[in-house]
């Protein structure tokens, strides 16, 4: 089973730029799809970004399309989501989570306990 952590969740003032990482412990991370998610106070839980196990195909949300850059590192574990341009409405707690059905924005089966990120004016 994989262990997820995240971390690098701040306040950045808007059109700044932080990056994420997850890392993750388990024994077939490399053959995972891996996501980022978010959820706003109030709000569902909405897809961010995926990327597929050999780190050559992406996809993302439209409200992050252009801004943000989902990557892996599979030597290390570790998915990054870089976020630049950073708006008010990012504000939420982002969640990593990994899929081994290959789904890109559902069929994830496990998830770390998230990271903050706030982002102010």
């Known amino acids: 089973q994989e262990q997820l952590v995240e971390s690098g969740g701040r306040l950045v003032q808007t059109g700044g730029s932080l990056r994420l990482s997850c890392a993750a412990s388990g024994r077939t991370f490399s053959t995972y799809t891996m996501g980022w998610f978010r959820q706003a106070p109030g709000k569902e839980r909405e897809f961010v970004a995926a990327?597929?196990?050999?780190?050559?195909?992406?996809n993302y949300a439209d409200s992050v399309k252009g801004r943000f850059t989902i990557s892996r590192d599979n030597a290390k574990n570790t998915v990054y989501l870089q976020m630049n341009s950073l708006k008010l409405e990012d504000t939420a707690v982002y969640y990593c989570a990994s899929n081994s059905r290959g789904g890109w924005r559902t069929q994830y089966d496990y998830w770390g306990q998230g990271t903050q990120v706030t982002v102010s004016s």
């Open positions: 990327v597929s196990w050999s780190g050559v195909y992406t």
